[in-house]
């Protein structure tokens, strides 16, 4: 069926209150508005207002809530409004939600989905374009995964909400609109940790996740043009990062070009550079490179194509691998 | 503050009722008492001014100029009403909304847009009017204003500060946290809270059970909850705030009851969670409206008067208008200015990466 992200994952969240009447929703605006983005549309007439929950202004207070939710055998499903509203409810999800586990020798479990849209390109003012998937990606206890498509946006939001351990599940604002056909009735292609090979290609590898995706698909198919053939992956988890299948394409291509939105210091291109490296030193024929967003707080929306990774910007980089 | 002889509603606080009429609450008139018919009629015109700059600013969105514009129709009173009770040094932290605060804060129309334009993330220079730029992140304001409260008295300033912010702001840690601060710290600032109802579709039932202007109470920070669409009445009870606040007495928590008469911002579609009869109530309570037939009935609103007003309105409109059609895009380059203060190589080589870039993409 042809569906955008948003609605994707709007039948993805009903999918999972059908089948578990644990799972709730937590959010701001989630009620009668649907959420800002639409995303929980229509699930309050359907499930009530006690399995979609407005609530008060607050984010330390939702995830905290929420993770005493799951205390008790819940499994909630929270919604920060935007990207740059998560700090507040930072120490909740770093401090207390992703250690629960460790903390009690693995007696406890908080299987949480905490759903942030995030990322730029939609000409919004300040604190509603950010790239925080580091910060989660660095604590240990969380799993971190961003759809790129309606159809995993789909599958891997029941996954997430089946999962045990507690999840940031980072949506590309920018792809909400954005449509394709979504087999609600099949099961996931993918187990949640693992990356996914979009095209085929033996010159260079470019690797994306969220919203770069698309972009770097669009590079892929200019560089079919000008004759070279590009493998695109789109990482989707975030952490754990599927190693095997971006150095099993390396060892290919030989080149590695990432991308993402975030900056590009101390970012996860940082990490995977690092580990493919390790792995693929032999195979390497050039320096793993990264295209991000500057080193700067998002700009504002007048230049954010400026920051925005573009086509124009990846083929750049593959242009100096290839001559490497 | 409740007045024993009289059995007249004391609270909210209201000296001019919706259809014009003066309240007879002596204490509360007192503060307002050099309110006299020049004064009135300014701030009479501050009000229709406002809503012009509103209206124009939320025209400009709709045909594309603004990216996004946050309407504060219907909260004139309450803005205006308090901003009058600032002296020049005092200072004031905002969230979004306060466009008429802005105003009246001597911010000239021209400066008003940038932000929502998307070519800065600042529209005015703080340092100059003594008030923020908008603050996006819901509540972290009311921290701010207590923190430089405490540093003004510190510094044996006689000041106050003044935090705004809304309904749904009360339910975050950071307006919590600020006022368990500025009660232990006894720091100079004026918690105001515009109370219009909504924080976006979330009536304010969703944030309290209580009257908001209570959450004071268990600070032990005085709490006094006004009519927000009367302007004389915010005049008053912000005036006596400041006031303490500036002599040594504290923190005072101020609940304006008002209305979001438009969208939370043009992004919003508000008949998703609301009724029409919602806002008709609130109609009838205009802010402007009951200012005009206070001026109407004291022989103040000669047509003259009117007019002068009217043109006032018009021209700054207009001003606003140009300086925002005409509000060039920022140099690319421009985007690593000032994340430092001082120099950073990074930036530098960043700066120096992304101009090559640029140059590469001009060539044909
Ligand atoms: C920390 C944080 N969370 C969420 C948001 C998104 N958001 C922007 S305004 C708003 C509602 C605020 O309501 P209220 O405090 O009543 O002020 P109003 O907009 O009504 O003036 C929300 C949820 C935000 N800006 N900051």
Redesign the interface.
């Known amino acids: 069926m042809i569906t955008t992200f948003a609605a994707a994952l709007n039948t993805g969240l009903r999918r999972a209150m059908d089948d578990d009447t644990k799972v709730v929703l937590l959010g701001?605006?989630i009620?009668?508005?649907?959420g800002?983005f639409r995303v929980t549309d229509t699930l309050q007439k359907d499930f009530g207002d006690n399995r979609v929950i407005?609530?008060?202004?607050?984010?330390?207070?939702i995830v905290g809530t929420a993770f005493g939710m799951a205390l008790r055998g819940y499994r909630p499903v929270v919604e920060i409004q935007f990207d740059?509203?998560v700090?507040?409810a930072f120490d909740q999800i770093v401090s207390q939600v992703a250690k629960i586990h460790y903390r009690t020798g693995g007696k406890v479990t908080a299987p949480l989905t905490i759903r942030i849209p995030f990322g730029g390109g939609i000409?919004?003012?300040?604190?509603?374009s950010e790239s925080p998937e580091v910060y989660f990606a660095h604590t240990a206890g969380l799993r971190v995964v961003a759809p790129s498509t309606p159809a995993d946006a789909y599958s891997m939001i029941r996954q997430a909400i089946s999962l045990d351990d507690p999840v940031v599940f980072f949506e590309p604002k920018r792809r909400y609109w954005d449509k394709a056909d979504v087999d609600f009735e099949g099961e996931p292609d993918l187990p949640l940790h693992k990356a996914r090979v979009c095209t085929h290609g033996t010159d260079a590898t470019v690797l994306a996740y969220g919203g770069t995706v698309a972009t770097a698909l669009a590079a892929a198919k200019i560089a079919a043009e000008e004759g070279h053939s590009l493998e695109v992956i789109d990482l989707r988890s975030l952490s754990p990062i599927d190693v095997d299948t971006i150095a099993e394409s390396v060892d290919k291509t030989g080149r590695l070009v990432i991308v993402h939105e975030a900056p590009v210091?101390a970012g996860l291109g940082a990490e995977i550079a690092a580990r493919v490296t390790e792995r693929c030193f032999y195979q390497l024929e050039a320096p793993v490179l990264r295209v991000g967003g500057?080193?700067?707080?998002y700009?504002?929306?007048?230049?954010e194509k400026?920051?925005l990774p573009d086509p124009?910007?990846i083929l750049?980089a593959v242009d100096r691998c290839l001559a490497a | 503050m409740v007045s024993k002889k009289s059995d007249k509603q004391t609270y909210p606080v209201q000296l001019v009722q919706p259809d014009g009429r003066r309240v007879l609450d002596r204490e509360h008139a007192a503060l307002v008492a050099d309110t006299d018919g020049a004064r009135l009629r300014q701030l009479y015109e501050d009000l229709v001014v406002t809503r012009r700059i509103d209206v124009e600013a939320t025209a400009l969105q709709r045909q594309g100029q603004l990216g996004l514009w946050p309407p504060l129709y219907g909260q004139e009173a309450a803005q205006v009403g308090s901003a009058h009770a600032l002296h020049p040094d005092d200072y004031a932290f905002c969230s979004y909304r306060e466009t008429a605060v802005a105003y009246c804060r001597g911010v000239p129309p021209e400066q008003l847009t940038a932000l929502w334009r998307g070519v800065a993330h600042h529209c005015w220079d703080p340092n100059q009017v003594n008030m923020t730029n908008a603050n996006i992140v819901v509540g972290s304001q009311g921290l701010h204003a207590t923190g430089y409260a405490y540093a003004a008295h510190l510094d044996g300033a006689d000041i106050a500060t003044i935090a705004y912010f809304g309904d749904g702001a009360t339910s975050e840690g950071d307006i919590a946290e600020a006022l368990g601060f500025a009660a232990s710290w006894s720091a100079p600032v004026v918690f105001f809270c515009q109370n219009n109802q909504w924080a976006i579709s979330e009536p304010v039932a969703v944030q309290s059970t209580v009257p908001l202007v209570r959450r004071a109470d268990g600070y032990g920070i005085p709490g006094v909850q006004v009519d927000g669409n009367d302007v004389l009445a915010v005049l008053a009870v912000t005036r006596r705030a400041v006031e303490r606040a500036r002599t040594g007495g504290g923190p005072t928590f101020i609940e304006a009851l008002t209305y979001r008469m438009g969208p939370h911002t043009t992004a919003d579609d508000p008949t998703r969670y609301r009724t029409a009869a919602d806002t008709e109530y609130w109609e009838h309570r205009d802010p402007i409206e009951r200012i005009r037939l206070l001026l109407d009935r004291e022989g103040l609103l000669d047509p003259e008067f009117a007019q002068r007003v009217a043109d006032t309105a018009d021209d700054i409109a207009r001003r606003l208008r140009t300086a925002t059609v005409e509000m060039p895009d920022p140099d690319p380059a421009s985007m690593f200015d000032h994340v430092y203060a001082t120099d950073h190589p990074l930036m530098a080589e960043q700066a120096q990466q992304f101009s090559a870039h640029l140059a590469e993409g001009a060539q044909p």
């Open positions: 701001e605006d009620g009668k508005l649907g800002v407005d609530t008060p202004l607050a984010e330390s207070g740059g509203f700090y507040p000409g919004a003012v300040e604190h509603h210091f500057y080193d700067i707080p700009p504002p929306a007048k230049l400026h920051h124009d910007r750049a």
